[in-house]
C-alpha cells in the first residue's frame, strides 16, 4: 500500500483539528520518522502552518517548571489562545523506561477545549529534549497552536538544545537550588531570555533574589530580566507573559535559528533511523567495516525510492 | 520500527490509595515502558481525555475504594463514544463476585493484591503490544 492511501484517514482527521489524530501523529514521529517525514512535507505543502511562538521551559530538577506552566497558560487560555504543551522527562540509560510525571501538575487543563498536553521520554537524547522534537515542533504548527510551550527534562548545566528549538526560553530558579556560584557555573544561563525566580513564598526568596541582582548588576554581558514569582500561589507570573508579549512583537524573524534547526532535523532523522536498524542487526560475526557497509547499505533501503 | 509501549496508570474517582498505583507504575517503566501516571482523585472524563492526547496503548485503572462497577463503566462507555480503540486493565481492592460483569463490560483483565508483579508486566506487555501491530 502506498503511504498516502495508508494514511489518509489520519492525515484528514488531523486537518480536521482533531486531537487524537495528532497524538497519533506524534506516535508516529517516535516510531516510524521515514514514513512521518512525507506526511509533515504533504501537510505544510496543502496548508501554510502556523507561524506559532514556542516558549521554551528549563532548570533544575524539582524547581517548578510544570507548576509554573500549569499558571501560565491559564492566562493565554483568557485571550482564547491555542496552546500545545510539551513535557519532556528522561528516559532511564538501563531499562530504556520513563516515568512521565510533568502532567500530573496540570491536569486540570486536560479537558480545556484549547490546550493539548504531550508527555515525552527524551529517550536517550543528551540535550534535554527528545531527538523527535523539532518535528513534532513542525506537526503542531500545521495543527495552528498559538503558542507551543516545551519543557525540558530537569537541566543542569549542559542541556540547551532548548536554545534551538525555542524563540524564546525561560529559566525557572528556585531559592533551595543552590548557591549563586553553582548557577552561574551553568551554560544554561546564557542561553535563557530571562530568568524566573520561583517559590518567592519561601523566606529563603530574599536573600536568593539579592544574590542574583547583585550578580546581574556586576555582569555587563548579561541583561536580562528577572522576575520573581511563586507558581504555588499564583503570583507574578501576568508580568512575565506581558513581557513576553512585547518581546514576541517585537520579534525579528529568525533566520539563523532557523537555519540551525533544518540541519538538526536532518541529523535527528539520520540518528533515529540508524538507531532503528541497529537495534535489529546482528553484529556477532562482523567487523567494524563490514558493520559499517551494512548499516549504510539498509540506511539507503529504508529511506531510498523517493 | 522501534515502538515504545506507552500505558498510563490511572485513578479515577476520589480513592486516594496510592501505593499500588505508583508501585505498578514503577515495574512498567523498569519493564522498559512509558508511563504516564495521573495521579489521584481524576474523572473518567479527565482519563479518557488524558490517555486520547498522550495516544497511550493501554490504561490502567488502580480502585480500592469499591467504586469499581461505576467508574469502569463509564470509563468504556467513554472511550466507546470518543470511537477509540484503547485496552483498559483493572486492579486494586476488587471482589471476586463482581469481575465476570467487569469483564462482561470491557475490561480485559483484573488484577488483586497478592498477583506478582512479574506476572502484571508480561501481561501488560502482551494487551499493550497487540493494539500496536
Ligand atoms: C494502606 C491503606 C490505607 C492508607 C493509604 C495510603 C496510601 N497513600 O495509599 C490510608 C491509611 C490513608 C487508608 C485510608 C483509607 N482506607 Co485504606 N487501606 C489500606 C490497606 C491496609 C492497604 C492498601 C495498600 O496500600 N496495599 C498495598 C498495595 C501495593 O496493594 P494494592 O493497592 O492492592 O495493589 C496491588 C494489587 O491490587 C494490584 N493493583 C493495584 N492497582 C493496580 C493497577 C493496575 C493497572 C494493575 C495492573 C494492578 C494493580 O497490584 C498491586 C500489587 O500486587 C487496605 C487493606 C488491604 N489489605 O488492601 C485498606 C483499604 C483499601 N482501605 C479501606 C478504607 C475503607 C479506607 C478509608 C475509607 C478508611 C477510613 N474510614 O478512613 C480511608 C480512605 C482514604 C481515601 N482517601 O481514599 C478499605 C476499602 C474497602 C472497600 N474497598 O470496600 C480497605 C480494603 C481496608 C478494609 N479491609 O476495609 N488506607
Ligand atoms: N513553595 C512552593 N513550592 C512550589 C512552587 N512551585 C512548585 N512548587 C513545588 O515544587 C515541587 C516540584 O514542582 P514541579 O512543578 O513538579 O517542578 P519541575 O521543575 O517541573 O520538576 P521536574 O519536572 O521533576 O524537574 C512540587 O512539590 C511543587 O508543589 C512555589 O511557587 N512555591
Ligand atoms: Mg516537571
Not at chain 1, 497558560?73 to 531499562?95: A, Q, W, Y
Not at chain 1, 516515568?99 to 508527555?119: A, C, H, Q
Not at chain 1, 522534537?133 to 504548527?141: L, Q, R, S, T
Request: aromatic share 6%; charged share 30%; hydrophobic share 40%.
Amino acid at each position: 500500500m502506498q503511504w498516502q492511501e495508508k494514511y489518509e484517514g489520519l492525515i484528514s482527521k488531523f486537518k480536521a483539528r482533531d486531537k487524537a489524530a495528532l497524538a497519533k501523529m506524534i506516535s508516529l514521529i517516535e516510531d516510524n520518522v521515514v514514513d512521518s517525514w512525507k506526511i509533515i512535507s504533504k501537510l505544510q505543502a496543502d496548508s501554510p502552518p502556523k507561524n506559532s511562538y514556542i516558549i521554551g521551559i528549563t532548570g533544575s530538577p524539582g524547581v517548578g517548571k510544570s507548576t509554573f506552566i500549569s499558571k501560565f497558560v491559564e492566562l493565554f487560555l483568557e485571550s482564547d489562545e491555542k496552546i500545545g504543551i510539551i513535557l519532556i522527562d528522561p528516559s532511564s540509560p538501563f531499562s530504556g523506561g520513563a516515568f512521565l510525571g510533568d502532567r500530573i501538575r496540570m491536569f486540570e487543563l486536560t479537558k480545556s477545549p484549547n490546550v493539548y498536553i504531550r508527555s515525552l521520554a527524551s529517550r536517550g537524547a543528551s540535550g534535554g529534549l527528545c531527538n523527535s522534537i523539532y518535528d513534532i515542533i513542525e506537526v503542531m504548527k500545521s495543527f495552528g497552536f498559538d503558542k507551543i510551550i516545551i519543557e525540558t527534562v530537569g537541566a543542569g548545566q549542559t542541556e540547551i538544545e532548548i536554545f534551538y528549538a525555542c524563540d524564546f526560553v525561560i529559566l525557572i530558579l528556585s531559592p533551595d537550588s543552590g548557591d549563586e556560584v553553582q548557577i552561574f557555573k551553568a551554560g544554561i544561563m546564557e542561553i535563557a531570555d530571562c530568568y524566573v525566580v520561583n517559590k518567592i513564598d519561601l523566606p529563603s526568596s530574599k536573600k536568593f533574589i539579592v544574590q542574583m541582582e547583585n550578580f546581574l548588576n556586576s555582569e555587563k554581558n548579561i541583561q536580562k530580566k528577572l522576575f520573581g514569582v511563586s507558581s504555588l500561589e499564583n503570583k507574578g507570573i501576568d508580568k512575565i507573559k506581558n513581557w513576553i508579549e512585547l518581546q514576541q512583537k517585537e520579534a525579528k524573524d529568525n533566520a539563523v535559528k532557523n537555519e540551525i534547526r533544518k540541519k538538526i532535523r536532518v541529523k535527528n532523522f539520520f540518528i533515529n533511523v540508524i538507531e532503528n536498524i541497529l537495534i535489529n542487526l546482528s553484529t556477532e560475526d562482523s567487523d567494524i567495516f563490514t558493520l559499517r557497509n551494512e548499516v549504510l547499505k539498509l540506511l539507503c533501503k529504508e529511506i531510498g525510492g523517493e | 520500527m522501534d515502538k515504545k509501549i506507552r500505558v498510563m496508570i490511572a485513578k479515577p474517582g476520589l480513592d486516594g490509595h496510592d501505593r499500588g498505583a505508583k508501585i505498578i507504575a514503577r515495574a512498567l517503566r523498569d519493564a522498559g515502558m512509558e508511563v504516564i501516571y495521573t495521579g489521584i482523585r481524576r474523572t473518567p472524563e479527565e482519563i479518557v481525555e488524558a490517555a486520547i492526547q498522550e495516544d497511550v496503548d493501554l490504561i490502567g485503572l488502580s480502585i480500592l475504594s469499591g467504586a469499581h462497577n461505576i467508574l469502569c463503566k463509564k470509563i468504556i462507555s467513554l472511550l466507546k463514544e470518543r470511537e477509540v480503540e484503547m485496552p483498559v486493565i483493572l486492579g486494586g481492592i476488587i471482589p471476586e463476585k463482581d469481575i465476570p460483569e467487569l469483564k462482561e463490560m470491557g475490561i480485559i483483565e483484573v488484577f488483586t493484591p497478592g498477583t506478582s508483579l512479574n506476572e502484571i508486566v508480561e501481561k501488560v506487555k502482551s494487551i499493550a503490544m497487540a493494539r500496536k501491530v
